[in-house]
């Protein structure tokens, strides 16, 4: 691999914009939009329509970052290693995005549970009525949650992607590498 990673890079960076932004923008625009709908009978249709619309777009964007993030890491073996605070990054941006891939797999699942009962009565995507079936009415609380969990989860993940940016700065570098080797030499 060529010592320049812009094309990794990018993907990472791009995918995980892209991840937060559909996520903040459906929990806001799409699921906002569908408490709006006049018929309360459409509410979760209109949603539901708008999810699975972005949900390629969705997939790819997941994949971009994934395939960007092993992908440096690959390049980067040794300063995930031996950089002070380069490996407890590596590994918190690996848990937050296990998390994310979780909570949107799961949104994905509750999402199409919904979907099953898109003539159903609904105060929104995710506020059920009282006239909403019980198995509707709690993917939609469970949908109420995680609406705002992805764009923490997402927005954590591109916050430590701008740490590790900085990390990469000479002076960052020297002082990581310097801190860790301390620490090897003291144990």
Request: net charge positive; aromatic share 4%.
């Amino acid at each position: 691999m060529s010592s320049r990673n812009t094309v990794v890079r990018s993907l990472h960076d791009l995918g995980a914009a892209a991840w937060f932004g559909g996520s903040l923008m459906g929990a806001v625009g799409v699921n906002g939009a569908a408490a709006s709908v006049r018929d309360s009978h459409d509410r979760i249709r209109v949603a539901a329509v708008g999810w699975a619309k972005w949900a390629p777009v969705s997939a790819v964007a997941i994949g971009a970052h994934l395939l960007g993030g092993a992908s440096i890491l690959y390049a980067n073996p040794g300063r995930a290693r031996h950089q002070s605070g380069v490996t407890s990054n590596t590994v918190a941006r690996t848990l937050l995005t296990g998390a994310a891939l979780g909570a949107t797999a799961y949104s994905g699942v509750l999402g199409a549970k919904t979907a099953q009962g898109e003539s159903d009565p609904a105060e929104g995507a995710t506020d059920p009525s009282a006239s909403t079936p019980d198995d509707v009415a709690q993917a939609q609380r469970q949908l109420r949650y995680l609406q705002w969990a992805l764009p923490v989860l997402t927005g954590s993940i591109l916050i430590l992607s701008a740490q590790q940016g900085e990390q990469q700065r000479p002076g960052q570098i020297l002082a990581g590498v310097g801190s860790k080797l301390t620490r090897r030499a003291q144990n």
